[in-house]
Each structure stands twice: as structure tokens, then as C-alpha cells.
């Protein structure tokens, strides 16, 4: 009974990996739909959507039967509970990647972004797709430090995201309200994927350390004048 819990727990966390790899598949399949305006690309990535969705749906279903069935305790309670808050992330970054592409689809045949922003939405979705490779790896290993790299590999994110709203201020910005809109919402996703790969490294950091990260980086950190 006990080798087929350990199974089932296993059985979780590949299940988690394979999220992390479908969404981060989904981010780059999206941007370059939405950069070619390529419809049919942007369709797929909708559709594949659902396979996110039901992968989410049974790991939820498998872990709340092994809370009611084992009643874990501990180091067992805490990967159960993480996994169901890591799936919930990962879901949620799939659903930002269909959003992207559901943009893709509204402005066929044109590409909802301007040209001179090609290269800044570009890698963007790059940075997306290496960010949840990595948590794709730190669910594998449960390497801390890898981790904990994430948070600082965000900062990037949060540049290009202010590199585009500086184009969307500048008094020079000649593409219109709507074009404008898009490029808000396709920024803000972008920033909420990253978001949700780091949150999911960091509820690895829990799960191995029973510590949040936050706790670990602050006492890593020392305080200036120390």
C-alpha cells in the first residue's frame, strides 16, 4: 500500500512536468502566432488548451483521493497541498498563452503588434518559455538554488515590460487606441506567465525547505549597513 502511495505522488509531480512543458510550448506557439499572424498556429494553441485544463482536472481529483484515502502528515502533506497550488499556477499560465493566441486569432489576417515591436514582444515570449522550462526542471530536480534563480531571472520580464509601455507613452506612438489596447493586454500577459513559473519555483522552495522562499532570499541577503 505504501510503495502504491509513493507511486501516486510520483505519478503527480510527472504529471506537473508535463503541464509546465505543454504551457511552455503553448507561450512560444503563441507569439509566433501572434507575430505572423498565423491563424492556424493560433487555433492549435487554443485547442491544445484543453489538454492543460484535463491534466490539471485529474491531478486535482488524485490528489484530493490520497488526502481522503492516506491522510498525510508532514513532508507527505506538504507535496500533496504544493502540487494542487503548483497545477492551479500552471493552468492559469496555459490559460495566458490561449490569450495570446484568442489575440492572434481577433486581428487576422494583421498581426496585433506593430512592427517596431516585433523584437521587444519577440523576447518576451522567449523569456516566457525559458522561465517555465526552468520550472519544469526545478520540479524535476527540486533544486533550491535553480529556484530561487527564477525570481531574479523575472526582472528581466519586468524590463520589457516597462521597454513596451515606454513606447506606448511616447508622443510618437502613431498606431491608434485599439493597437494600443492590444499591446497593454499582450504585455500583461506576458508578466502574469512569468509570474506564475516563478510562483511555481517558489512552491518547490516549500516544499523541499518547508520554508518560503521570501524567507530564504531575505536571510540570504544581508541588510545594507550590516
Known amino acids: 500500500m505504501r510503495d502504491a502511495y509513493h507511486e501516486e505522488l510520483d505519478s503527480i509531480s510527472e504529471d506537473l512536468v508535463e503541464m509546465a512543458r505543454l504551457v511552455g510550448s ?25 489538454k492543460v485544463d484535463q491534466l490539471q482536472h485529474d491531478l486535482e481529483a488524485r490528489a484530493i483521493a490520497l488526502l481522503a484515502r492516506q491522510q498525510p502528515v508532514a ?9 494542487l497550488r503548483m497545477s492551479a499556477d500552471l ?4 490559460d ?11 486581428r487576422f489576417p494583421e498581426s ?61 506612438w502613431k498606431h491608434g487606441i485599439e493597437t494600443a489596447v492590444d499591446v497593454t493586454l499582450l504585455g500583461r500577459y506576458y508578466e502574469r506567465f512569468a509570474d506564475h513559473a516563478v510562483s511555481v519555483a ?12 521570501d524567507e530564504i532570499q531575505s536571510v540570504e541577503t544581508p541588510v545594507e549597513g550590516a
Open 26 to 50: 503553448a507561450i512560444g506557439r503563441a507569439t509566433t502566432a501572434m507575430l505572423d499572424a498565423d491563424l492556424k498556429l493560433a487555433e492549435s494553441v487554443i485547442a491544445a488548451d484543453d
Open 75 to 83: 513532508t507527505d502533506l506538504r507535496i500533496v497541498v504544493t502540487s
Open 91 to 94: 493552468e492559469r499560465a496555459g
Open 96 to 106: 495566458l498563452a490561449q490569450h495570446v493566441a484568442k489575440q492572434a486569432r481577433l
Open 112 to 172: 496585433p503588434v506593430p512592427h517596431d515591436l516585433h523584437t521587444t514582444l519577440l523576447e518576451m515570449g522567449q523569456l516566457a518559455q525559458r522561465l517555465m522550462a526552468k520550472a519544469a526542471e526545478v520540479i524535476i530536480t527540486k533544486d533550491v538554488d535553480l529556484a530561487l534563480q527564477l525570481e531574479q531571472d523575472d526582472d528581466d520580464m519586468d524590463l520589457l515590460h516597462r521597454t513596451l509601455f515606454q513606447h506606448l507613452m511616447d508622443d510618437r
Open 202 to 213: 517558489k512552491r518547490v522552495v516549500y516544499l523541499v525547505t518547508g520554508e518560503h522562499a
